[in-house]
């Protein structure tokens, strides 16, 4: 008895005691967004990652941001050709983070750019405009 009352007690504390390494991708300088690796490793979190709902949020918000950005900057320029177009026949959003982490995954140079540098050169690649 008294062993069983020191395993429940180890694994109580075990339970209470946060682990120091290995717990998640995403740290909370990733939310920084230092360059496009920081920006990969929050819109890679996974669903075990303790921070995944934030980090897929914030992934999410910040490249629709860039995205209406550049939109409204090619819009103020008509003479000017758009940087990227986007497919008329619907993009979601997973699918436009799944293309963004193959892409960024792709070619390692590209995880020290800026983060918006980063979605900017992806729109361009991913989606050029016919002439």
Do not use: K
Not at 53 to 76: K, P, S, W, Y
Request: aromatic share 8%.
């Amino acid at each position: 008895m008294r062993r069983l009352n020191r395993i429940l007690w180890l694994l109580s504390l075990l339970a209470v005691i946060p682990p120091t390494t290995g717990w998640g991708a995403v740290s909370e300088t990733n939310f920084l967004l230092r360059n496009t690796g920081d920006l990969v490793a929050l819109c890679s979190a996974t669903s075990a990652d303790p921070m995944a709902t934030a980090a897929l949020n914030f992934c999410h918000g910040f490249g629709v941001g860039v995205t209406r950005v550049l939109q409204e900057d090619d819009a103020a320029a008509p003479s000017r050709r758009p940087m990227f177009c986007l497919p008329s026949s619907g993009l979601t959003r997973n699918q436009a983070v799944a293309e963004f982490l193959r892409w960024a995954n792709a070619d390692p140079s590209r995880m020290a750019m800026p983060a918006t540098d980063g979605v900017a050169a992806f729109l361009a690649a991913q989606y050029p405009c016919r002439r």
